[in-house]
């Protein structure tokens, strides 16, 4: 019973275009959403966040947007550049509790 | 400031053999997280403890999992008696205390286990 939903394992898109990674939820619990980014061998790190009470959030060329109605997130890269080629993790959390419920990641890899 | 350590970075066993996987969490972080990540089922939370105790461990899979933290610098992840299915990597991780829920978890490396 996955509560976090990656269902595009992969995308691929040319440097300085727009990267838009999906994540989906079914836990109307969750209210603080979080995203990820893994190269290889390596531990995942910390990319950006948004709490349930806002439906954007910026941060350089990273922007996520929530839409609580359907439970559905996703991240923005513009313009993409091939140091962004990673493995992109959404994570869930809520109120009262720490673990993070992540999805299985989707590989994105920018071409020159 | 070191981050998180783990070791080994790399095991592998012969299935059947006991595995004990160690992490030094971040200087003054109050929780401690381990996760495993495998291709079918991505990054899934084991267990996690707040000041040494264990908090939740409903993702550790079965009896053959166990987990201790004996204090604030360092936990183990046993595995006994190991089996091929148990191949993965193996994540620590660990956050600071407090209200905000900015505080995000910072990962280890990862120890990649292989049991033959």
């Known amino acids: 019973d996955q509560q976090v939903k990656q269902n595009s394992p992969s995308l691929s898109v040319q440097e300085g275009r727009i990267s838009i990674l999906n994540c989906d939820y079914t836990?109307?619990?969750?209210?603080?959403f979080l995203w990820y980014k893994k190269y290889p061998a390596e531990g995942p790190t910390f990319l950006i966040s948004?709490?349930?009470?806002?439906d954007k959030n910026e941060d350089g060329r990273f922007t996520v947007f929530l839409n609580k109605s359907a439970k559905h997130l996703s991240l923005h890269i513009v313009p993409s550049q091939p140091g962004d080629s990673a493995v992109y993790f959404c994570a869930a959390s809520y109120t009262g509790r720490r673990a993070l419920t992540f999805g299985s990641g989707t590989r994105l890899q920018v071409q020159p | 400031d070191a981050g998180v350590i783990q070791s080994p970075r790399h095991e592998v066993t012969e299935m059947g053999q006991e595995v004990t996987l160690r992490c030094k969490p971040i200087?003054?972080?109050?929780?401690l997280f381990w996760y495993r990540q495998t291709m079918m089922r991505g990054l899934e939370l084991l267990i996690y403890?707040?000041?040494?105790?264990?908090?939740?461990d409903s993702g550790m899979p079965e009896d053959r999992f166990s987990a201790k933290m004996p204090n604030a610098s360092f936990s183990t992840l046993k595995i006994q008696p190991s089996e091929p299915r148990d191949s993965a990597v193996y994540f620590c991780?660990?956050?600071?205390?407090?209200?905000?829920?900015?505080?995000?978890?910072?990962f280890g490396p990862g120890t990649r286990l292989t049991v033959l």
């Open positions: 403890f707040n000041n040494n105790v264990p908090i939740d």
């Open positions: 836990n109307s619990m969750f209210d603080y």
């Open positions: 200087s003054g972080h109050d929780y």
């Open positions: 948004i709490s349930s009470i806002k």
């Open positions: 991780a660990s956050s600071p205390s407090g209200l905000r829920r900015t505080d995000t978890q910072y």
